[in-house]
């Protein structure tokens, strides 16, 4: 299988075919009309978003669909842009961190990726959730997994910092109760029977190997299609780049730790609308699955909440 990929890759190289560079921008025109809302209007539970850590995604730059739809259902967001602390997160309920990059790495997708955040935010991160704080965490492709690999261990994960490519849909990846790629969770039961969850829709991103029994994994790779190239360079990859077998590989999962949450999602467009390549396919919040990808969206945000208990 893994040479089967070695070849496929080479075969796009040799046509002059670079597909995963296709061109991402946000669907402005994206709306979504909420039904039931968890909380009153600006009376929710507080979310803070990472901008403080060289983030690739956060309130100014790409969530302008996902904060319109979390902001209907009533919760209150706010831009952090501070060190970790646990007293400066203490009236937050959610910490939301999307692809946060080291400073080295700032246009500069190569490895070394050393970690984004500082051996004593970690510490503080931890012990803010042990408090109570749920966390979501964010990682897309390579580098952002390099960058927040010391931060993901210490609940019980390893992050390959890579590039997880289907050799069938070469970009999505699907994961369903019916196949039992979507790995059964609370979460995906929703409030209701209308907010359940039968399948979601990724686009490319990461993967991780869970190393803690008491981790749930949600997304789960069929490994018969899908590899990790472990590139030195977003981007560049060749018939020689090192491959991980998606074996025993999530890219999404969720846990508790003392009073609080995690959710582990190692793909970032699941939390915006975008349009990819020139005939603008939609992929995220936007993908037309019924609304499943946005579904799973707010439910996962219900249960680091504890709407969902």
């Not at 580098?143 to 390959?160: Q, Y």
């Not at 949600?218 to 030195?232: G, L």
């Amino acid at each position: 299988m893994l040479h089967f990929f070695r070849f496929c890759l080479f075969t796009f190289f040799l046509f002059g075919v670079f597909i995963i560079s296709a061109q991402q921008i946000v669907d402005s025109s994206f709306v979504y009309n909420m039904k039931d809302a968890a909380y009153s209007f600006n009376k929710g539970p507080l979310i803070l978003v990472d901008e403080f850590h060289n983030n690739d995604m956060s309130i100014q730059k790409g969530m302008t669909p996902l904060i319109k739809i979390l902001q209907k259902d009533g919760y209150r967001l706010k831009a952090y842009n501070a060190p970790f602390r646990v007293n400066d997160l203490k009236e937050a309920k959610i910490l939301v961190i999307i692809s946060a990059l080291h400073s080295t790495n700032v246009d500069n997708w190569k490895l070394p990726t050393p970690s984004a955040l500082s051996k004593i935010e970690i510490d503080e991160l931890v012990q803010w959730i042990h408090n109570g704080g749920s966390l979501l965490l964010v990682a897309d492709h390579m580098p952002f997994p390099g960058a927040i690999k010391e931060l993901s261990s210490r609940f019980g994960v390893e992050w390959h910092n890579g590039f997880v490519i289907d050799s069938v849909n070469w970009g999505m990846s699907f994961f369903s109760k019916r196949d039992g790629t979507l790995k059964h969770h609370r979460l995906l039961d929703g409030r209701n029977q209308e907010e359940q969850v039968n399948g979601v829709s990724t686009y490319y991103g990461s993967g991780f190997q869970i190393k803690d029994s008491t981790i749930n994994g949600i997304f789960a790779f069929d490994d018969s299609n899908t590899v990790s190239y472990q590139t030195s360079e977003a981007w560049k990859m060749f018939p020689d780049t090192p491959l991980i077998s998606s074996n025993d590989l999530f890219q999404a999962a969720v846990l508790t730790r003392g009073n609080g949450r995690v959710a582990l999602i190692a793909e970032a467009s699941l939390f915006s609308a975008q349009l990819v390549g020139r005939n603008k396919n939609p992929v995220g919040l936007n993908f037309p699955n019924n609304n499943q990808n946005l579904q799973f969206v707010l439910n996962l945000f219900h249960w680091l909440s504890k709407a969902i208990d």
